[in-house]
């Protein structure tokens, strides 16, 4: 079985704090994604990469950035927090290329900043 | 640039009602089209998908059409129970490399005994 490990379920921070949120997936995934889930909005793509050192921005990057030095992790960095950061944030992997492939998910962190 | 819209939520049905979920989307070239269900407290496991059009993707008593026609993935079942009580999503990738994903805002579905 695929597994997408999340470093944490739950986290509460200050403003202003740096903030990383770590995943780990066994499965020698090349892509890894990471998204925020909002009520009403569905999930939105922070960044996404597809290979180690190599990362994309997706539809919402500003105030993230991301690492990826090892090809099993990739961490999604907070550098200072805010509290319209306050969400939930799923990773999720999948096998490269154009065949079609499912992306599998994390068990998700929900992050307050305070 | 690519879309999934859903039928809002939340949903609330007696156990062995029929459901449908609406699900419509917009997006260049040939998607393919996924439903994923959330459970409380996890994270998004795939529940069913479709590769083309016509495919027809089934799971646990689900089932969902690609109709290219109509841009539609619509996700039904004929006897939901308790245990189908979740947040569905309906979504589609891009078939690139990188396998993006553009997801639809979720609907919540909550069957009653």
């Known amino acids: 079985d695929v597994k997408v490990t999340q470093s944490s379920r739950y986290l509460v921070k200050r403003t202003g704090e740096k903030v990383f949120l770590e995943c780990v997936q066994d499965m020698d995934h090349e892509n890894m994604f990471w998204y925020r889930q909002d009520p009403g909005l569905g999930l939105r793509l922070i960044y996404f990469?597809?290979?180690?050192?190599?990362?994309e921005k997706g539809d919402i990057p500003e105030g993230y950035s991301v690492s990826r030095e090892k090809k099993e992790r990739f961490s999604l960095i907070l550098e200072s927090a805010s509290t319209n950061q306050t969400s939930m944030y799923l990773c999720a992997s999948r096998t490269s290329g154009v065949r079609v492939e499912t992306q599998y998910f994390g068990p998700g962190t929900r992050l307050l900043v305070l | 640039g690519d879309s999934v819209t859903q039928m809002e939520g939340p949903v609330t049905l007696s156990e062995e009602a029929f459901l449908t979920i609406n699900c419509t989307y917009t997006a260049t070239g040939y998607p393919s089209l996924f439903w994923y269900v959330q459970y409380p407290g996890e994270g998004l496991q795939l529940l069913l998908k479709a590769t083309k059009a016509d495919d027809k993707g089934s799971n646990k008593g689900f089932e969902a059409t690609y109709r290219k026609e109509t841009t539609s993935f619509h996700l039904e079942k004929g006897s939901v129970q308790v245990s189908d009580s979740a947040v569905y999503f309906c979504?589609?990738?891009?078939?690139?490399?990188?396998?993006?994903?553009?997801f639809g805002d979720g609907t919540t579905l909550t069957v009653k005994p």
């Open positions: 990469s597809y290979d180690v050192k190599m990362k």
């Open positions: 979504a589609l990738s891009d078939n690139t490399n990188a396998g993006k994903s553009t």
